[in-house]
């Protein structure tokens, strides 16, 4: 594909929470990108995209679109198990590729996806948007900066109280990447992979915690990865039964001490409710939702306030896919699809772990999940 000039034209496939909450504010808040064209196979009276969104063009089909010369960029938000069909259909038109998380069902199937945009010279990002959040962002600084020394226990949570199934919608069916493991899940591994990289074992508790679940939904999971050589354990949690006022989202702790973290990054909440980043306040939280620092000092810890750092917010996402297309090549995509793969890679050994009942070796046992 050659070089192309800014604005790029983007097409989204799909139009759900995800199109509408996740990618088209921030499309629209980049300069580099032209919210071009939507692909919607069933507009309604009431969820139309060319009515909310005047003079884009609106597609039946993803086939037709794709045959769309004058699409640079394709945006994928549809259910995962389509994902790797709609990447290759538009990578087999030279198409560059922004596809929501989690990448596929499974990492063979990212791994032929990455073969193709490497064989074509395309650009291929998966949206892991969670490592803009801002108190992962801190968190990140605090133990690049070894605030907190050696690390030896490193929680991460996604907890909500939703013992009732829910009605309706793809995520109440039992898919091939579907369940609250690579749904939450994918975000919190890919959160500690990128700070920790890939563990040496998994443990995983993939499974049910609603008492009435006709689908057969895995709604929950606790996954731990080990790391032998620094002692790291790695909790990662994604339930559905926490009855809390407010549900823990970090605990993480040191040789030097801690930080205990709740609530999540207000990012999301704030799309919901129409706010874009750049708006004033976007990304901040308030400060009685600051992190708990402790530090050991004269041999006793204290603890004080750790407010978040300046938000960068999920709008980096865009800028950085921007500046790759306007390097080609030069500038890396926000999200390289090597690391999304490898989480994909740890949620087949999670689900096996949890199935056979035992610790997998990442490396020894990757075969068997093939």
């Given amino acids: 594909m050659g070089p192309i000039k800014p604005p790029y034209n983007v097409a989204i496939i799909g139009y ?15 300069p580099a990108f032209n919210l071009y064209a939507i692909v919607q196979r069933n507009p309604t009276p009431d969820n139309d995209a060319s009515k909310d969104h005047p003079g884009i063009k609106l597609y039946r089909s993803s086939e037709e679109m794709v045959d769309d010369e004058t699409v640079d960029v394709v945006v994928i938000t549809t259910i995962p198990t389509s994902h790797f069909e709609l990447c290759n259909l538009a990578m087999e038109r030279y198409k560059y590729v922004i596809v929501e998380k989690p990448f596929t069902p499974t990492s063979k199937e990212a791994d032929e996806l990455i073969n193709i945009a490497v064989n074509r010279d395309l650009f291929l990002s998966v949206y892991q948007n969670r490592r803009w959040d801002t108190d992962f962002l801190t968190l990140s600084k605090l133990v690049k900066e070894g605030t907190l020394g050696r690390v030896v226990e490193f929680e991460t949570h996604f907890d909500r109280h939703r013992p009732e199934a829910p009605t309706g919608g793809w995520k109440t069916k039992s898919l091939p990447g579907g369940g609250g493991v690579y ?46 050589s620094t002692g790291l354990l790695a909790t990662v949690k994604a339930g559905v039964v926490s009855p809390e006022v407010n549900q823990l989202r970090f605990w ?43 530090i050991i000092k004269d041999g006793q810890p204290k603890s004080e306030p750790c407010p978040n750092i300046e938000p960068v917010t999920y709008s980096t996402f865009y800028d950085q896919f921007a500046k790759a297309i306007e390097g080609q090549g030069e500038i890396p995509v926000p999200v390289e699809a090597e690391g999304p793969k490898n989480v994909i890679r740890l949620i087949e050994l999670a689900r096996l772990s949890s199935k056979e009942g035992r610790t997998l070796k990442v490396k020894e046992h990757y075969a068997e999940v093939d």
Avoid: W
């Fill in 16 to 30: 759900g929470m995800s199109a509408k909450v996740f990618h088209i504010p921030l499309i629209q808040v980049t």
């Fill in 183 to 228: 749904d939450l899940g994918t975000h919190l591994i890919d959160q500690v992979v990128v700070l920790f990289g890939l563990p040496d074992r998994i443990t995983g508790f993939v499974g049910s915690q609603r008492e009435h679940n006709p689908e057969g939904v895995e709604d929950s999971c606790t996954v731990l990865l080990h790391y032998d």
């Fill in 252 to 294: 993480v702790r040191g040789e030097k001490g801690s930080y205990k973290k709740f609530h999540l990054d207000p990012q999301e909440d704030q799309l919901k409710a129409g706010e874009k980043p750049g708006d004033a306040g976007f990304g901040l939280e308030p400060d009685d939702r600051a992190g708990t620092l402790t």
